[in-house]
């Protein structure tokens, strides 16, 4: 089940950087996924996180915004995720864009974003969606099928196309404030290319011979594969 990667003359170096810092490096690597025809969703990624019983869970996500502020995702504040940030806001992000061979894996702390913003999100969305969000009580056992789409047929009927829905109280957007950054290119050889950027001020100390100074607060520095 090896798949080969990029070969040896494809590297990604420290000179090869578009920005150096970690927002403008990402901006550049997603806008090359989302050119790759063989990336469905380049905003799809991996959120990571841990309540305070220290058992972590996984799920797939989609990235609705960022910027230097932090990066922007919706759920529901009563799912496990929900609760887990609740109790820990310590978070982990992966994006994996495997034509491109390429990965970028980002740590950081959620916070809730504002309900202003998050209505005006959620009233950006297909009717249907809103609809599924007032609906769904995410993660919690449902009787049936039937019963769960008879739920969501009454809310239809209760909110036609032309009213507005009401924002679920358990419902709302996250902003990760980044930490940081690693920008992974797989090679062949498995010497895969690894850096990472990090907040100045999180360092215990600045190591000149394997540390440089970025951008905007960031440090960057290349790991061992």
Sequence with gaps: MRKPYHPPSVKFLESELHAKEPIGQFESWLEDAKQCSGILEPNAMLIGTCGRDCKPSVRPMLLKGFCKAGFIFFTNYSSRKGRD?????????????????????????AEKISREDTASYFHSRPHDSQIAAVCSKQGQPVPSYQVLHAQYDSLKNKYP??????????????????????????QSNRLHDRITFRRIETLDKFEPEVMYEGEDGWVYTRLFP
């Design 85 to 109: 940030l609740e109790e820990n806001p310590f978070i982990a992000m992966t994006f994996y864009w495997e034509p491109l061979r390429r990965c970028v894996r980002i740590e950081g702390k």
């Design 161 to 186: 196309e032309d009213t507005l829905v009401p924002v679920p109280d358990t419902w709302g957007g996250f902003r990760v404030i980044p930490e940081m950054f690693e920008f992974w290119q797989g």
